[in-house]
């Protein structure tokens, strides 16, 4: 019998894919220049805010559909939401 991969009911992506898309996000974050994101303590901050919406969805915003693990990162970013959290 062959074994299962386990997979996002929603997306169909299977754990590996989904664990490679997360090394992509995270290597892009690293490379947006520094001057050009927010301190550590604010990312954490926001992306705190963001674990508490309603809106969240693996990652993605609701509102807009981007990674919020990348608006967060961006001194430009900013919470999409109709009411803003940050």
């Not at 991969?5 to 220049?33: G, H, R, S, V």
């Not at 608006?71 to 803003?84: D, F, L, Q, S, T």
């Amino acid at each position: 019998m062959e074994k299962q991969i386990p997979f996002c009911k929603k997306c169909m992506w299977t754990k590996e894919l989904m664990e490679k898309e997360l090394i992509k996000l995270q290597d892009y974050i690293a490379n947006i220049p520094e001057e050009e994101k927010v301190s550590q303590e604010e990312y954490e901050n926001r992306l705190l805010i963001c674990d508490e919406c309603k809106e969240l969805r693996s990652g993605l915003c609701g509102q807009c559909g981007c990674y919020v693990a990348i608006r967060a990162a961006r001194k430009i970013g900013y919470c999409p939401h109709v009411h803003k959290k940050w």
